[in-house]
């Protein structure tokens, strides 16, 4: 635990008890605050008075008395409206914060050349957190790895020299961390993604912006017209910037050459590794990850021959492209985090040919018609989930699918079709370009579920094929 010193002896407000919301708390207690700790449901209360936490009714407190907000990062703090806590904090004048900013102040007053990374994108941002963590341990450091990730940043260790804090952030969690300044910032790409919570997409940019904006030295993939503005402006104003990129070759940054990661310097090609062959970073959104990596690894000082050993044993993030298994010359891919077109187009990219494509759930908005281009390495599309219409009519004259309506049936299907093929390598890929929330309670559920249907098939592959087309 990091306890949150800065508040010692005044009363907070804290909004979300969650499992991060709980972590904030008990790290305020630890730090000698006085929490009022609430939420709108009455479970999330019950686990909260279990824990310890101190749980007051916000909606009938005098918010004069508090010295600040903690809000829980799922709450609305501007979009589509304020929630109701954001409300009477501003009304009284109480600043509104998050568990990253408390982390930030720690940092801040405690160790602040503690070496911190802070990472954030739309799409890559788990992955690469997972990798540079990897690569930090594999140098020999204390690694500290946290944040959007899954660990509340305030249940790690505290920050002191030595120790690496790698820090996953949100969009949301940006939004309520105003002092936010990493040792190293990385932002990997932007597209449309939490419109619902930030209004525009210049808004939505904007906060994306402050990581790096704040950073010593700020990593930023250039290969989106957002983020080329961005480094564009952080160059333009003095800051240190390593631009990467895996659409051209930089004549300054860091870019990735098919599987090989390279910089140029005096004109001059400099090999930084070679991704041929490790599975666990196949494609060329993993080779944006791992350039992200690299030059973050190479900013704190780590050697670049511990840099390329540990790419070479990362075992991948689980839902992210996750090799499960192999039946014959059938390979099977778990991608369930794959949620919206942009991170299922990095999947279907990754492959040349041969793909058995599960797909669906709860869509989001343009559906998979911006993959329209990928269609022809897809040998069969199989629908699962709410969005199995919207998706049929997209697919329809384009490429084979069937209606498979739930996940057993589409890997049945699909490994069965998979096993018939000519191809050397056909592949069933669960990337499917949706929320899970009509028939899971996450992307992790999903994943699992395919993953454990997946192992539970046989070893000796069946040829009882799906029937072509449609169904």
Same mark, same amino acid.
């Given at each position: 635990?990091?306890?949150?010193?800065?508040?010692?002896?005044?009363?907070?407000?804290?909004?979300?008890?969650?499992?991060?919301?709980?972590?904030?708390?008990?790290?305020?207690?630890?730090?000698?605050?006085?929490?009022?700790?609430?939420?709108?449901?009455?479970?999330?209360?019950?686990?909260?008075?279990?824990?310890?936490?101190?749980?007051?009714?916000?909606?009938?407190?005098?918010?004069?008395?508090?010295?600040?907000?903690?809000?829980?990062?799922?709450?609305?703090?501007?979009?589509?409206?304020?929630?109701?806590?954001?409300?009477?904090?501003?009304?009284?004048?109480?600043?509104?914060?998050?568990?990253?900013?408390?982390?930030?102040?720690?940092?801040?007053?405690?160790?602040?050349?503690?070496?911190?990374?802070?990472?954030?994108?739309?799409?890559?941002?788990?992955?690469?957190?997972?990798?540079?963590?990897?690569?930090?341990?594999?140098?020999?450091?204390?690694?500290?790895?946290?944040?959007?990730?899954?660990?509340?940043?305030?249940?790690?260790?505290?920050?002191?020299?030595?120790?690496?804090?790698?820090?996953?952030?949100?969009?949301?969690?940006?939004?309520?961390?105003?002092?936010?300044?990493?040792?190293?910032?990385?932002?990997?790409?932007?597209?449309?993604?939490?419109?619902?919570?930030?209004?525009?997409?210049?808004?939505?940019?904007?906060?994306?912006?402050?990581?790096?904006?704040?950073?010593?030295?700020?990593?930023?993939?250039?290969?989106?017209?957002?983020?080329?503005?961005?480094?564009?402006?952080?160059?333009?104003?003095?800051?240190?910037?390593?631009?990467?990129?895996?659409?051209?070759?930089?004549?300054?940054?860091?870019?990735?050459?098919?599987?090989?990661?390279?910089?140029?310097?005096?004109?001059?090609?400099?090999?930084?590794?070679?991704?041929? #062959?490790?599975?666990?970073?196949?494609? &060329?959104?993993? /080779?944006?990850? +791992? =350039? $992200?990596?690299? %030059? *973050?690894?190479?900013?704190?000082?780590?050697?670049?021959?511990?840099?390329?050993?540990?790419?070479?044993?990362?075992?991948?993030?689980?839902?992210?492209?996750?090799?499960?298994?192999?039946?014959?010359?059938?390979?099977?891919?778990?991608?369930?985090?794959?949620?919206?077109?942009?991170?299922?187009?990095?999947?279907?990219?990754?492959?040349?040919?041969?793909?058995?494509?599960?797909?669906?759930?709860?869509?989001?908005?343009?559906?998979?018609?911006?993959?329209?281009?990928?269609?022809?390495?897809?040998?069969?599309?199989?629908?699962?989930?709410?969005?199995?219409?919207?998706?049929?009519?997209?697919?329809?004259?384009?490429?084979?699918?069937?209606?498979? #309506?739930?996940?057993?049936?589409?890997? &049945?299907?699909? /490994?069965?079709? +998979? =096993? $018939?093929?000519? %191809? *050397?390598?056909?592949?069933?890929?669960?990337?499917?370009?949706?929320?899970?929330?009509?028939?899971?309670?996450?992307?992790?559920?999903?994943?699992?579920?395919?993953?454990?249907?997946?192992?539970?098939?046989?070893?000796?592959?069946?040829?009882?094929?799906?029937?072509?087309?449609?169904?």
């Amino acid at each position: 635990m990091t306890p949150v010193a800065s508040f010692r002896g005044r009363s907070v407000a804290l909004f979300g008890l969650g499992g991060s919301g709980l972590a904030t708390a008990q790290a305020l207690a630890a730090g000698g605050a006085h929490v009022a700790a609430w939420d709108d449901k009455p479970t999330s209360r019950g686990k909260a008075l279990e824990a310890g936490v101190p749980v007051v009714d916000l909606t009938e407190a005098d918010w004069s008395g508090f010295s600040a907000l903690v809000l829980s990062p799922g709450v609305p703090l501007t979009h589509p409206v304020p929630h109701w806590t954001v409300e009477k904090a501003r009304a009284a004048g109480v600043e509104i914060i998050g568990d990253v900013e408390l982390f930030c102040r720690e940092r801040a007053a405690t160790a602040p050349d503690a070496p911190f990374i802070a990472i954030t994108g739309t799409n890559g941002k788990s992955t690469t957190t997972a990798l540079i963590s990897h690569l930090v341990r594999e140098a020999g450091l204390d690694c500290q790895m946290g944040g959007n990730i899954g660990t509340a940043v305030l249940s790690l260790a505290p920050p002191a020299a030595g120790r690496v804090h790698v820090v996953e952030c949100s969009s949301f969690q940006i939004d309520l961390a105003p002092s936010l300044a990493p040792t190293v910032g990385v932002l990997l790409n932007i597209t449309p993604d939490h419109l619902d919570r930030h209004g525009t997409m210049e808004n939505y940019a904007a906060i994306k912006e402050r990581l790096v904006a704040g950073a010593e030295v700020a990593v930023v993939g250039v290969d989106d017209d957002w983020c080329r503005a961005i480094e564009a402006r952080l160059r333009g104003a003095g800051r240190r910037v390593i631009p990467i990129s895996v659409e051209r070759v930089l004549e300054e940054g860091i870019s990735a050459e098919d599987h090989v990661i390279a910089r140029r310097l005096a004109g001059k090609r400099i090999v930084l590794a070679d991704l041929a #062959g490790i599975g666990s970073l196949r494609g &060329a959104h993993n /080779a944006q990850n +791992a =350039a $992200a990596a690299i %030059a *973050a690894l190479e900013t704190i000082g780590v050697d670049e021959k511990v840099i390329r050993k540990g790419l070479a044993s990362f075992p991948g993030l689980a839902h992210r492209m996750e090799q499960v298994r192999r039946i014959g010359r059938t390979l099977f891919v778990n991608d369930s985090k794959a949620t919206n077109a942009d991170a299922a187009e990095k999947a279907l990219a990754a492959f040349p040919s041969d793909i058995h494509w599960i797909i669906g759930g709860v869509p989001k908005e343009g559906g998979i018609a911006p993959l329209a281009p990928l269609f022809g390495r897809v040998a069969k599309a199989y629908l699962i989930g709410e969005a199995s219409d919207d998706f049929a009519a997209t697919l329809e004259g384009r490429t084979a699918f069937t209606r498979c #309506g739930a996940l057993e049936a589409a890997v &049945a299907a699909a /490994a069965a079709d +998979a =096993a $018939a093929s000519d %191809a *050397a390598e056909p592949v069933v890929l669960l990337s499917p370009a949706c929320a899970s929330y009509d028939q899971y309670p996450n992307f992790e559920v999903r994943g699992t579920h395919f993953r454990d249907l997946v192992l539970a098939l046989p070893d000796t592959p069946s040829t009882d094929a799906s029937p072509p087309g449609k169904a």
